[in-house]
């Protein structure tokens, strides 16, 4: 039977936390367009998922309204980074019939 053995250096219970990765501009635009989102009136309280690549936002969702839907997209454009916006929220009890 073989056993590894550490070497004399190597302390495995003595690890040192690993500095965090740098957040990257997609994220960073992410961020800032989901925090004027939250700060806005009209898009506060809705679940609105942000996913940005490339600079590009892509909104999704279930929004209430067609004005909320608008007003998100209009925030996502005005925050500075934003290369285009997709917007694909949908309006709520608006289903596609087969």
């Known amino acids: 039977m073989v056993m590894p053995w550490p070497f004399p250096d190597h302390q495995p219970w003595d690890a ?8 990257d501009a997609d994220g960073r635009l992410a961020v800032l367009v989901a925090q004027r989102l939250a700060g806005d009136w009209s898009t506060r309280r809705r679940r609105i998922v ?3 690549q490339n600079g590009v936002v892509i909104l999704t969702g279930v929004v209430t309204d067609p004005q909320t839907r608008r007003a998100a997209a ?9 290369v285009d ?6 309006l ?6 087969r």
């Open 50 to 52: 942000v996913t940005v």
């Open 92 to 97: 709520a009890g608006s289903r596609r019939h």
């Open 74 to 82: 209009e925030l996502a454009w005005d925050t500075h980074g934003v």
């Open 85 to 90: 916006v997709c917007n694909a929220l949908r």
């Open 16 to 23: 040192q936390p690993q500095p965090s990765a740098p957040v």
